[in-house]
């Protein structure tokens, strides 16, 4: 009904379903694992990118972006440079120069 489009507009982006999303290929290997947020703790509504978190690894705590995985501060930077790049995905494996 119109009403209900109407309500549906002004909820905005936090409230908007997430897209599906399956976990990346190859998930956290065991030496990364330490800086990875429990699964069950993960938020799928969320950016999936991984964060510092004062060295325990979490994960971003702003919105995703629609369409994405991401939010617009880790989408940055250009294909193949996106700034998520530099942590992770929250999911996957930590880049190997983080492990070093």
Sequence with gaps: SR??????????PHTARAPAMAAPRQGPSVRCRRFTPPEASIDRG???ARTWADGRGGQCNRYQQPGNHFCIMHQAG?????????FGHVMGPLPEDKLQ
Excluded: D
């Design 3 to 12: 009403a209900q489009h109407r309500a549906s507009r002004r909820r905005g």
């Design 78 to 86: 250009g294909q193949g440079q996106e700034q998520w790049r530099g």
């Design 46 to 48: 969320k950016c999936l």
